[in-house]
């Protein structure tokens, strides 16, 4: 006889309950003061309160004497009975055991590949950086908790396509990838405040003055991201935009209020959005590189774990579990 429920808790609950159980249902006063539970077995099994006092007595002599096949299991734990039964179909060794805390096991490599620094040139090199950028934008130097968060992409079922692709390229792609995208970024900052310093320029040879604007919020718009501020929060947290949609670029009644030089203005702003988040874009990718980088790092350090300790993450345990699965559908449905 076999019992499952989710936790080891409720195992240790379920045993003496089901004993209990059956003990007082096989007991002859059950048939005059029936249990509610006894009543609601005798209304679903369609069985009489005699019967069902009969085949509890059976059953209870029957587990007694034969206690070794009675089980009480978590799923889970069913589950990994099942597959090592089949563990040389699924390529796994016959003594594995199934890792149910993925971030313990996460840990365990990042440190690993953190203790490698120094020993390895370009790993030594990105590891750094990262931690050097991270400073510069007053954040902690660790980087643990970062590398343990793009770790767990390893792990989730929507991203393991993606994870999979990076993990085959080398760290010295990441590296000049990085390096690309440095320089974008550097090119965009300098577009962004000659473009900038133009339209004030520009506002400048149309004899306007930054009081013209409502609450000189154009020019001021333009003034920060001429001094390097590149936050989309910080920029357009405001209804500038909307003002300029709407034709709304001077202060009412305002005597170039109509003037088609204006238009350029409208072009100005837009343009220059499109390349503040451009940049943020590219920026969020660029801070990201790194600890993608270290996918495939991470990802040899867990294998190298799992062998070691001879254990399965549950994760990884549920994709060979699909994987079989699907090839046993295939199979049957050729036949």
């Known amino acids: 006889m076999l019992a499952l429920t989710f936790t080891n808790k409720a195992v240790g609950e379920m045993n003496p309950r089901i004993f209990d159980s059956l003990f007082a249902f096989s ?39 034969n206690y070794s096949f009675f089980e009480i299991s978590t799923i889970d734990r069913f589950n990994h009975k099942v597959i090592k039964t089949f563990a040389r179909d699924l ?11 993925v971030e313990s096991l996460l840990a365990k490599a990042v440190t690993r590949v953190l203790d490698r620094a120094g020993q390895e040139k370009e790993l030594t090199q990105l590891l750094l950086d990262f931690s050097l950028e991270k400073i510069d ?41 990085k390096s690309q995208l440095r320089k974008e970024i550097v090119n965009l900052q300098t577009q962004l405040q000659q473009q900038a310093s133009l339209t004030l320029e520009n506002i400048f040879q149309l004899g306007l003055e930054h009081e013209d604007f409502p609450r000189k919020t154009f020019p001021n718009h333009l003034l920060k991201i001429k001094h390097g501020e590149v936050s989309p929060k910080k920029l357009y947290a405001n209804t500038l935009e909307t003002n300029l949609l709407d034709h709304k670029i001077l202060k009412a009644k305002h005597p170039m209020e109509k003037h088609a030089g204006l ?19 590219l920026s969020a ?21 799992e062998e070691e300790e ?26």
């Open 27 to 65: 007991q002859p006063f059950i048939l005059e003061y029936p249990p509610l539970m006894f009543s609601e077995l005798v209304a679903e099994t369609g069985l009489t309160p005699k019967q069902l006092q009969q085949k509890s007595t059976i059953l209870l002599q029957q587990l007694l004497h």
């Open 91 to 101: 390529k796994l060794a016959q003594n594995f055991e199934v890792e149910l805390d």
């Open 137 to 177: 934008d007053e954040k902690s130097w660790n980087i643990t908790h970062d590398l343990i968060e793009i770790g767990k992409l390893l792990f989730q079922e929507n991203d393991m396509g993606k994870m999979a692709e990076l993990q085959t390229q080398p760290l010295s792609y990441f590296t000049q990838l």
């Open 263 to 281: 238009d350029v203005f409208v072009q100005g702003f837009f343009n220059l959005k499109e390349m503040i988040y451009r940049r943020a874009h």
């Open 285 to 305: 990718i660029y801070q990201n590189l790194v600890p993608l980088a270290l996918v495939n790092t991470i990802s040899q350090e867990l294998k190298t774990l």
């Open 310 to 335: 001879n254990i399965v993450p549950i994760a990884a345990l549920n994709r060979i579990i699909a994987n079989g699965a699907t090839k046993i559908s295939k199979k049957y449905q050729k036949k």
